[in-house]
């Protein structure tokens, strides 16, 4: 997945005006700080009412429950490792340690679609 970081402090009505320039990514990571901090998908700009456009910060709503993974970790430890962890997602980074530049993010969704797609052409 694409990702685009915007700090936590960024609010609803900013983040829907992010959403409309950029509508073809579809999640962003949330960072205070430099560290990071969770996710939100650009779904998450539905939530943007009169009454809490300018109030509700990202860091608010972002999805908490990730892991951390090498750009090099073998799927499988990926899924174990998030079933494990009950996480929704994975934040991918470059090189050998979990602590260097964020290349990508992959989801539960992500996951099962391949499995799927894996399963069509197996099945042919």
């Known amino acids: 997945t694409n990702l685009g970081p915007l700090a936590a402090s960024t609010t609803l009505r900013q983040f829907d005006q992010v959403v ?3 509508p073809e990514r579809p999640c962003y990571l949330v960072e205070d700080n430099g560290r990071i901090v969770g996710f939100v998908n650009n ?3 539905l939530r943007l009412t009169d009454g809490n456009a300018d109030t509700v910060k990202l860091g608010d709503i972002a999805k908490k429950n990730f892991n951390t993974v090498s750009g090099q970790t073998s799927l499988y430890d990926v899924i174990s ?3 494990a ?3 929704e997602a994975a934040v991918v ?3 050998a340690g979990t602590a260097g530049k964020v290349i990508g ?20």
């Open 20 to 22: 409309t320039q950029q």
């Open 105 to 124: 993010l992959i989801s539960r969704k992500e996951l099962a679609d391949a499995v799927v797609e894996a399963t069509e052409l197996f099945r042919n």
């Open 85 to 87: 962890s009950g996480a």
């Open 93 to 95: 980074t470059e090189g």
């Open 43 to 45: 779904i998450a700009a």
């Open 81 to 83: 490792g998030m079933h």
